[in-house]
């Protein structure tokens, strides 16, 4: 029996029996993903494309029900650019770069999220997790069609697993009953509760944070500006904050906070909803409620995201408090980090260690996360008088001197992840270069004669970029071929983004986009050094 | 190597403690409260560097604790 933890809103990959049920010993999966959201259908998507067989185990038969996660940022819609289906979800969202913050009934600042020109995506996107969801499984079915090797089961859910020498023992319960496969590599990708991490007995420290949030999805016809807004006492929710923020299908994400001592009973009825929100929007305007719940949250990681051939990526490795977008988001950079790397090593291409560097980057890029968002879950629920006295002062400040104005914190929004100190980055070797194309930055993005710089960057390989030097086609590094990308660039964006005041450049491009590494000119001794560093090795 | 100035260093050291005892005078509570979190807010801004500031939180605390 597989019994339905939620309702799902799009069935998308019904069960069906399959040979495995009836094999007299288990079948072998290069790579078995458990869990079918957002992070686990990324992998799948991105294995996929690279041709390696991977299989999804989801214990429902689509995608769950409720909007969930609603901020896209820029470099997640990059990653599914490369993916293949960033154009269908920004088509689909809602494209926002403004916030206003409000104390009381007067506005405090606003601020543009991408105040800089020359990215083909927009700062972040609004749009509903189910519909995130339903982009990446419609990718993966037109990648099947072409011929990639990926499956997805659904109803089928993990009940037990045991790590071998070579490969993992998987047992999975279903309609029909249990039945065992093996995975060369099992990754968790089974959300915040994860069955995986609990199976093998591991833990997930962290702080919870003593207050209550309540989600009311609406959906009305008043026209409110695209923009996020964000209330500090507001009269229709004093001494608390609010939220408000547009979704595709004019439908709007309110959020209230409700403090910890709450009648949650009380909270959630209907008619109690319906009072708030017409109190925060006006009591003219028609709405429904689309989908409501009300959350605690923590901040949590586990120690380690390796577990020799069990990994763990999105909310089963750490988990964040929602503001600043950074939940999703960040699970997003894990597949994008891990995908390559499962692909490299399976391909013989890579040593194992290169495996190793997974935790290393991911954990780095979870722990800032944390922090940011630990940070601002403080800001917006005091802890102690102190706290509060402290807060005050910053609101009080900034409606008189613009220095305080960077002290509000309302949620620091997801950016990506630069992985400094990485073990995979070659030492730093372009003389006076941008900051933010040093070795471990994920490529700034810039527009170019025919568009926009990442759509022309090899995908899922890795790959050169020169700018003001000739390179040739291709570079040949024993048996791996390195596309290369040749740019002419002078006082442009592009100039300033990769040149600095150097006259050239050659970059070492990651499969990721991430930036291994960087060179005035050609050297193709030290692209080859740095090629071995950037696979695990030394 | 401590960036933290602890040695006098006030211009007119007399007149910079009338003025903050002044500034106190006849508030309540709450209000000394208030009005010392904005002062340090707006002294740790024109300070800006970190190091200093926590070198400066540091050297607070560690003038709280009594043996």
Known sequence: MVQAR?????????????ADQAASTPRRHPVVIIGGGPVGMGLALDLGKKGIPCLVLDDHDGVGMGSRAICFAKRTLEICDRLGCGEQMVQKGVVWNLGRVYRGEREVYHFNLLPEEGHKRPAFINLQQPYFEQCLVEEIRAEQAKGAPVEIRGKNRLIGLEQKDDHVLIQVDTPDGPYEIEAEYLVACDGASSPTRDLMGLGFDGRTFEDNFLIADIKMKADFPTERRFWFDPPFNRGKTA???KQPDRVWRLDFQLGWDIDRAAEIDPDKIKSRVAAMIGKDI????????????RCASMEQYRHDRVFFAGDSAHQVSPFGARGCNGGMQDIDNLAWKLAMVINGQADDSLLDSYHEERKYGADENIRNSSRTADFLTPRNPAHVLFRDAVLDLVEHYEFALPLVNS????????????????MDALPNGPMRSRPGSPMPDAPIEDGYLLDYVATGRFSVLGINCDLPEHIQLKS????????????DVLAERYLGEAQSAVFLIRPDQHIAGRWPELNTLALEHAFETATGGS | MSKLNLSPNLEDTDGFYEGLLNAHNGLKDADIHALNARLILILANHIGEQDILEEALSAASAALKRD
């Open chain 1, 6 to 18: 939620y309702q799902t809103a799009f069935r998308l990959y019904p069960y069906a029996k399959v």
């Open chain 1, 243 to 245: 939220l408000m923020h």
């Open chain 1, 286 to 297: 028609d709405f429904e409620l689309v989908w409501t719940s009300i959350y605690t949250f």
């Open chain 1, 411 to 426: 949620g620091r929004l997801s950016t990506p992840c630069t992985y400094d100190g990485s073990s995979l980055n070659s």
């Open chain 1, 480 to 491: 791996y071929t390195l596309p290369c990308l040749s740019l002419r660039s002078e006082r």
